[in-house]
């Protein structure tokens, strides 16, 4: 099969993501009334999955969603989706894992009584980003002016909710300027995150993040460098309050995500950073790498593959 296909489960009923298989009256549909996490594959292990499944956790309880399925039955159909995956694709590769909750489906209203029961849905595809050419050239970035990032008081952007209008519609603008991801700000003019990843910063061998209270989403690669990745290699991440006039003082950046890992940034419209061989970000790149072989080693349980 080619390699685009992307394998679906939902509910427990596996098929291509190319079929229907949801009602329109869903409400992650109709309203964006959902939460979703993604994991990625390593060697065909999964990585970082309890932290992600604490975080799916946090996110539901947020928006009062009952989970349609335990961490056991999760891991379950997960293994399903992956196998019934690489019987379509029939070659070896990484994989991306969505799994995404809706509240479920209903009468059409804004009232969520209406919902009947959560439903699921898992995604399984190839892993498709391109680490090695980002490692070396860095990606362009530019600073969204026509709106703002969303407001912790409103719709928090911690939560991983099915809900990113706001996001799109940044990222087009700075698209549109020809850039390859966005940098976003908050109604303060405090730079928060990029569209789908956190941002962190290098200055005189420092690293440097926004706090989660500028509104932004409380990253699994982000808690994992800062907590277990930066300490070993005597880097102490700070995370402090950044604007855009304070870009000319970093000689780093980078954006973190679970599918991006650690990528660097050349540049944030006129403001140009190191990139490559002799950097901190590549310091760090390396010992997350070492950090990801460890837990490889450390959970066979989550190998579902083999590449």
């Not at 549109?176 to 995150?193: F, H, P, Q, Y």
């Not at 209270?213 to 409380?218: D, H, K, N, T, V």
Request: proline share 4%.
């Amino acid at each position: 099969m080619a390699s685009h296909y992307i394998q679906a489960n939902t509910d427990g009923r596996l098929h291509s993501a190319s079929e229907p298989s949801i009602t329109p009256l869903n409400r992650g549909f109709l309203y964006g009334d959902a939460i979703y996490e993604v994991w990625r594959t390593y060697t065909g292990t999964i990585f970082a999955f309890e932290e992600h499944w604490q975080r799916l956790e946090k996110s539901a309880q947020a928006l009062h969603m009952e989970l349609p399925l335990d961490r056991a039955r999760v891991l379950e159909e997960i293994q399903r989706t992956v196998h019934a995956f690489f019987k379509q694709h029939g070659q070896a590769t990484e994989l991306y894992i969505r799994l995404q909750i809706t509240r479920g489906a209903g009468a059409i209203g804004l009232d969520t009584a209406f919902a009947d029961q959560s439903s699921y849905l898992i995604l399984v595809q190839p892993l498709k980003e391109q680490l090695e050419k980002w490692h070396k050239t860095g990606l362009r970035l530019s600073v969204a002016t026509a709106m703002h990032r969303l407001h912790t008081e409103t719709v928090n952007p911690a939560w991983k909710t099915g809900n990113y209008l706001n996001n799109i519609l940044c990222l087009r603008e700075a698209q549109a300027r020809g850039a390859d991801e966005v940098v976003m700000t908050n109604l303060s003019r405090e730079i928060t995150e990029a569209a789908v990843s956190n941002l962190f910063f290098v200055r005189d061998g420092m690293l440097i993040t926004p706090p989660l209270s500028a509104g932004i989403l409380a990253g699994i690669t982000r808690q994992i460098l800062m907590e277990q990745v930066a300490p070993r290699t005597g880097i102490q991440p700070c995370e402090q309050t950044v604007r855009v006039e304070d870009l000319g003082a970093f000689q780093e950046c980078f954006i973190t995500s679970t599918t991006k890992e650690l990528a660097s940034v050349a540049t944030i419209d006129e403001t140009r950073f190191q990139v490559g061989e002799g950097t901190i970000t590549e310091q760090l790149r390396q010992a997350f790498g070492d950090f990801v072989r460890e837990q490889i080693v450390a959970h066979p349980e989550l190998k579902f593959c083999a590449p």
